[in-house]
């Protein structure tokens, strides 16, 4: 049976949105916890975020405890393609055409995705096989499209709240598959999973 994605958005996005700030709070300083610690978590280079939105799970956590040597990049829309930059706060932004801020560099200073170690990105849903569900404009999906021939690197991590775990997303021909999720509560390595 086909799941409609638009509907399925919808109540994801719902149940993210209803969650009181103390439980967002703790959440985010878990999620930190949780990304640290996974196996592939870098100790240098360029690691990417994003500017938490919509009630998608935060990153100021994660950033603020990063090791000395990674640099934290957010993404950058520069056309029709996904690109990175360097971003610590303070840092001037603006504001993309979907209303998320992003880094206020010129083009020839941005990072192309491939240049990331770790890429976390925020899901609207996600699968314990790790299909996940973004905002529908395919973004990730074509920015990271080079990783259907290699798996890895960037390695790529999924954020969200426990609550935005479903039983199965179909996935298209064109999604690209996280090696990992964290929530709040818990991490899935799908690095061994069968796909």
């Known amino acids: 049976m086909r799941v409609d994605r ?45 500017w938490a939105m919509d009630g998608e799970i935060a ?67 996600f699968d314990s096989r790790g299909r996940r569900l973004g905002m529908g404009g395919g973004w990730y999906d074509r920015g990271f499209a080079f990783r259907h021939e290699a798996p890895a690197p960037p390695w790529l991590v999924g954020a969200a709240f426990s609550t935005q775990q479903v039983d199965e997303i179909e996935p298209a021909h064109w999604d690209v598959t996280l090696d990992a999720a964290c929530t709040e509560s818990q991490t899935f390595d799908f690095r061994m999973a069968d796909a």
């Not at 719902?14 to 996974?38: F, G, H, M, T």
């Not at 090791?67 to 993404?75: F, G, Q, T």
């Not at 029709?80 to 200073?109: H, M």
Request: proline share 11%; aromatic share 8%.
């Open 6 to 50: 638009a509907a399925l958005r919808r109540e994801l996005r719902d149940r993210r949105r209803a969650l009181p700030a103390s439980i967002r709070i703790a959440a985010a300083d878990a999620l930190a916890a949780r990304l640290l610690a996974l196996p592939f978590a870098p100790s240098a280079g360029y690691v990417a975020g994003y």
């Open 59 to 125: 990153l100021h956590s994660w950033q603020l405890k990063l090791p000395s040597d990674c640099v934290y990049c957010l993404p950058v829309l520069d056309g029709d393609t996904l690109r990175f930059a360097p971003w610590r706060p303070g840092d001037a932004l603006v504001t993309n055409r979907y209303g998320i801020p992003e880094p206020d560099l010129s083009p020839t200073s941005l990072l192309d995705p491939a240049q990331m170690a770790m890429v976390v990105m925020p899901l609207t849903g």
